[in-house]
Nanobody, 120 residues
Framework: QMQLEESGGGLVQAGGSLRLSCTAS????????VGWFRQAPGKEREFVAG???????YYADSVKGRFTISRDDAENTLYLQMSNLKTEDTGAYFC??????????????RGQGTQVTVSS
């Protein structure tokens, strides 16, 4: 089993930045496809960004140019750098690790989530 723990969420003003971290334990993150999803109240769950085991990064159109996903295999950690945040970025952010690509929210290992709130 793999455990994933997100951190770095919080309250930020629109235009600000946050960096989310997702630390894995129990297994090596580097052999998995990884990514971030988010869930806002009243909205559908949304894929945010992902990195396949081998290949380029992928982003939702809504975050392209503002968010950067990266992984540090030495630290067994996944990151999501978020810049120029908008109120519509508010939600609970979940990191995922999966043997499948594309990543699906309901298949793989998932953290408990970290809340991001962007105020206007």
């Amino acid at each position: 089993q793999m455990q994933l723990e997100e951190s770095g969420g919080g309250l930020v003003q629109a235009g600000g930045s946050l960096r989310l971290s997702c630390t894995a334990s129990g297994r090596t993150l580097s052999v998995y496809n990884v990514g971030w999803f988010r869930q806002a109240p009243g909205k559908e769950r949304e894929f945010v960004a992902g990195i396949p085991y081998i290949g380029d990064t992928y982003y939702a159109d809504s975050v392209k140019g503002r968010f950067t996903i990266s992984r540090d295999d030495a630290e067994n950690t996944l990151y999501l750098q978020m810049s120029n945040l908008k109120t519509e970025d508010t939600g609970a952010y979940f990191c995922m690790a999966s043997s499948r690509w594309p990543i699906y929210f309901d298949f793989g290992f998932r953290g408990q989530g970290t809340q991001v709130t962007v105020s206007s």
